[in-house]
């Protein structure tokens, strides 16, 4: 009887999961096509309901009517992974054995704490993936009652007063139990994600049906909809003073030279009496040239055109030369000259390498074409700067383009922001002023 009636509770189960597989598979399609919303990690709270089916040690095992659950949970997920929550409700159950008996009423409360892992973060781990697959298993506490009424008009009650009472709730059974099952997950936006949960729950009782009969535990499932509320999200939050910090960040390097100088000031003026007086010049002197700027840094805006790395003989490029030849007429001295050239993120980054190598040589030339005698004893250094993904962000950030914040975390989120970019290109036209801003180079004289 205990083989056949596993069989039957198998069938049952795996039918179950098959439905809902075969009804949420869209939808996982669907939705890793959307733009990834999901935070790290996060706390949740929710509702869910729907049927439960009784298996109790009676023949046929499983019972022929459905009824329905209700439970709250609670808990926390540990980078979309690992879920630890709690799961507290009430179950109703119904059934009857054809010309043997009926249950007139059985139902139970139930709390158990639980544990489960996201198994599609086996395959990849993608933490803002939309869809989960979560197996759990659990453990905690049923208080129950159940009455029976057989087929000769004898009534046989388990907890109730007047019935085999127990200690729980009203004089219900208090028993233990072990719920194990899959729940299927989809995060629809950031903070509500709904979910289908199928459960088989074992009990340490074999009178979920009122009738003892001593030979195994019973069984009841569930398989409900619910709907959870997230909150406490945990994202990283990028350095406020740059986006991101670039090697040349003015506010970075501002932080830094004020840190030394202030280390510098703090252990002169701790100083003892006795030290000598050129040894407090030598610090002073490496604190000023600690704290020395080396660079003087222009961003040329001589025209390129979109791939392209020859300067346009125009008389806006030549105003930007203009510039430095100013600073020389002026006294500026410096021996070398460095160029730096960027490419605009649209294309990929092989080419964008070469292309801002290609733009920062073509930079040296036309200096030196237009300036002539003026730099002729100067030396140039030109390096390719490849993508300015730094330039590209802090240009829509200062921009008045609408959901600039929206686009930007859907370009740092992508599994290739490139191509993010360019689909956005077609959306928002917007973003074309502002790569084209980007095709450039800079100057750096070094003194």
Same mark, same amino acid.
Not at 80 to 104: C, E, H, R, S, W
């Given at each position: ?47 869910? #309901?729907? &049927?439960?089916?009784?298996? *109790? ?17 609670? *808990? +926390? ?8 929550? #709690? ?62 009424? +057989? ?62 009969? *001593?030979?195994?535990?019973?069984? +009841?499932? +569930?398989?409900?909809? *619910? ?55 030598? &610090? ?46 002026? #006294? ?116």
């Amino acid at each position: 009887m205990l083989i056949k009636s596993k069989i039957v509770m198998k069938k049952f189960t795996l039918k179950s999961l098959l439905i809902i597989a075969f009804a949420i598979v869209p939808m996982t399609i669907f939705a890793q096509e959307k733009e990834e919303i999901n935070p790290y990690n996060y706390f949740f709270v929710g509702i869910e #309901g729907g &049927a439960t089916q009784l298996f *109790g040690d009676n023949q046929p095992f499983k019972m022929d009517q459905t009824s329905w659950d209700a439970n709250l949970h609670f *808990g +926390y997920v540990f980078k979309n992974q690992a879920y630890f929550y #709690g799961n507290v409700g009430y179950a109703d159950l119904k059934g009857k054995y054809d010309k043997f008996f009926t249950i007139d009423e059985a139902n139970l409360y139930q709390a158990s704490i639980n544990v489960g892992y996201d198994v599609l973060q086996l395959f990849k781990l993608n933490p803002h993936r939309l869809l989960g697959i979560v197996p759990h298993a659990g453990w905690g506490v049923i208080n129950h009652k159940a009455t029976i009424k +057989y087929e000769d008009g004898t009534i046989v009650k388990n907890g109730y007063k007047d019935g085999n009472p127990g200690k729980g709730i009203d004089s219900r059974r208090n028993v233990f139990q072990t719920p194990l099952g899959i729940n299927f997950i989809f995060n629809f936006t950031k903070h509500f994600q709904a979910n289908i949960d199928v459960v088989a729950v074992q009990t340490a009782t074999n009178g979920l049906d009122a009738r003892q009969s *001593g030979k195994h535990d019973d069984w +009841y499932s +569930y398989a409900n909809i *619910g709907l959870s509320y997230k909150f406490g999200n945990k994202e990283h939050k990028p350095c406020p003073e740059c986006e991101p910090a670039a090697p040349d960040c003015d506010a970075c390097a501002d932080a830094i030279r004020q840190a030394v100088k202030d280390a510098v000031d703090e252990a002169l003026k701790n100083q003892q009496p006795c030290e000598e007086p050129a040894k407090a010049e030598a &610090a002073a002197t490496e604190a000023e040239a600690a704290a020395a700027v080396p660079f003087k840094n222009i961003d040329l805006d001589l025209t390129f055109k979109s791939g392209s790395a020859e300067v346009e003989d125009s008389e806006a490029n030549r105003e930007e030369i203009k510039e430095i030849s100013d600073d020389i007429d002026a #006294g500026m001295q410096f021996s070398t000259v460095k160029v730096e050239g960027y490419a605009s993120p649209e294309g990929n980054d092989k080419q964008n390498q070469q292309l801002s190598q290609d733009r920062a040589d073509a930079t040296v030339a036309y200096i030196q074409n237009n300036l002539g005698d003026k730099v002729k004893d100067v030396e140039f250094e030109s390096e390719g700067m490849g993508s300015d993904w730094d330039g590209f962000f802090k240009a829509l950030k200062n921009s008045n383009i609408s959901n600039k914040a929206e686009i930007e975390k859907s370009i740092r989120t992508a599994e290739d922001p490139t191509v993010k970019l360019n689909e956005l290109r077609k959306q928002y036209t917007e973003l074309e002023s502002l790569l084209k801003t980007l095709r450039r180079t800079k100057v750096s004289y070094i003194e």
